[in-house]
């Protein structure tokens, strides 16, 4: 964590120079000098450049409250959080305030009155923009008191009367005051819920129960919603929608490349412990859109980018399972590890009703030739002749997901142009595990190209002429 500020005081704040500015100024302000350096402003989002981030940036320009509209698994409570990397790194509050009130505008009864007896010994803290960002997933039963605000019993009890402001106990909202505020699938809050958050973004006060508050909020208010919402569970209330200054549309990846930048990125393959070479990821990213492009599965739903996360993950973990139950020294995925992952994921996908009972096989034919593009795209027009001479004197290679790759490559035997091979995938590495990684590739897309003939019996796969 950076040093915090050295002022504790409004007086020694004042000294310092210090300039108060809105959320939305210190956003625009924040975000036009990173413009002009030419810097990243939104760290770790894959595959928006040329989409959504140009409008997301108009709009925080224009100071809007938006919408993020798109499918499951599109990043869009990711690319949320990253807006509070365009926030001043500290800013001051009042010391102890629930509500985070600037030091030269107190805003609750609990600082106005402090400040007016503490005068410049007015003690002020200082908060990190990480601290400075609020989320609310919206459940059904998500209550006003929860977002705004309602009656704290036990300043009752305590002995304040009602109608005190300082016995209202502040809701999620105003506690991220001067701050960035997220509502997580806001059609799914109820109507008379959804109304309570009118005045949040148009007057910037709340309303708490019969209480005479005129709270002005600093805040930024970023919601997400599924365009399937709108019929399915629920809708946002035509006056809020009003209210929101910039709806935009998130999107899956829309190239090979941005879904192998989002698997590298996100996929924990480095907490598994197993290599997973490069054409296999890209194995995983063409397997995704050929799931998101089939008639066989609901397009509605969408195909969530944790899909291919998931898969990466999961053939990494095959490779270490092997590894530990044959006692290779370093555990290299293969093409032997993908087939179990149709088993695994079809869970994460919505098929149509017609193909009821086929989701397994969808999806092993899709993955099938998820690996027959790979093969053209990496090792397509290459001389395989000579791994072909191998099967045309009679050897056949048995497979399978618990082969060690030392035990693979003495049933291949010498290979001329292996090195060719793997260069051509990218592989550096001359382990045994990444050399049989390149030659079962190399077999299995030769079998797809019916070059070569596969039988599979009891999780086993035997190449041959």
């Not at 409570?77 to 030269?104: A, K």
């Not at 502040?170 to 005045?199: C, H, K, T, W």
């Amino acid at each position: 964590m950076p040093q915090i500020p050295e002022p504790r005081t409004l007086r020694e704040l004042r000294a310092s120079g210090h300039i108060h500015r809105t959320v939305k100024a210190e956003i625009r302000e924040n975000l036009l000098a990173l413009l002009r350096e030419g810097k990243p402003r939104f760290p770790g989002i894959v595959g928006f450049d040329d989409t959504v981030l140009p409008q997301l940036e108009r709009a925080l320009l224009a100071g809007h409250d938006l919408v993020l509209l798109g499918e499951r698994g599109q990043g869009k409570t990711r690319l949320i959080r990253t807006v509070t990397s365009l926030l001043d790194e500290w800013t001051p509050v009042v010391d102890g305030c629930e509500i985070n009130d600037h030091p030269y505008a107190p805003a609750c009864v609990r600082c106005r009155r402090l400040a007016a007896s503490a005068g410049d010994d007015l003690p002020i803290s200082w908060k990190h923009r990480g601290d400075r960002y609020g989320e609310k997933l919206a459940t059904p039963d998500t209550s006003v008191g929860d977002l705004i605000g309602d009656i704290d019993p036990v300043r009752i009890a305590e002995g304040r009367t009602l109608g005190d402001p300082e016995t209202v106990h502040y809701g999620l909202v105003p506690r991220s005051n001067r701050g960035v505020f997220s509502v997580n699938e806001l059609p799914d809050l109820a109507e008379r819920i959804q109304v309570a958050l009118l005045n949040v973004l148009e007057e910037r006060d709340i309303q708490v129960r019969g209480y005479n508050l005129r709270l002005p909020l600093d805040i930024l208010l970023i919601a997400s919603a599924n365009p399937e919402d709108y019929t399915n569970r629920g809708r946002i209330i035509t006056p809020l929608k009003d209210r929101f200054g910039a709806e935009i549309r998130t999107h899956y990846p829309l190239t090979v490349e941005a879904e192998l930048a989002l698997i590298r990125q996100e996929a924990a393959l480095d907490h598994v412990g197993a290599d997973l070479p490069g054409h296999l990821i890209e194995v995983l990213a063409r397997f995704t859109r050929l799931v998101r492009e089939s008639t066989a599965v609901d397009s509605r739903s969408g195909v969530s980018a944790r899909f291919s996360i998931a898969a990466a993950e999961t053939v990494a973990a095959s490779a270490m399972r092997r590894a530990a139950l044959t006692g290779e020294e370093h555990a290299v995925a293969r093409v032997a590890d993908l087939p179990g992952i149709a088993h695994t994921l079809r869970g994460k996908v919505e098929f149509e009703v017609s193909e009821e009972g086929r989701e397994t096989e969808v999806l092993a034919h899709l993955l099938r030739r998820a690996v027959a593009e790979t093969f053209r795209a990496t090792l397509g027009g290459m001389d395989l002749s000579v791994l072909l001479d191998r099967f045309s004197e009679g050897v056949q290679v048995e497979s399978g997901p618990l082969v060690p790759a030392s035990e693979l490559l003495h049933r291949i035997g010498p290979v001329n142009g292996l090195a060719k091979i793997m260069s051509r995938l990218g592989i550096d590495e001359e382990s045994p595990g990444h050399a049989a990684a390149a030659l079962e590739f190399a077999l299995e897309g030769l079998y797809l190209l019916r070059r070569l003939s596969k039988d599979e019996v009891d999780g086993s796969t035997v190449y041959r002429t």
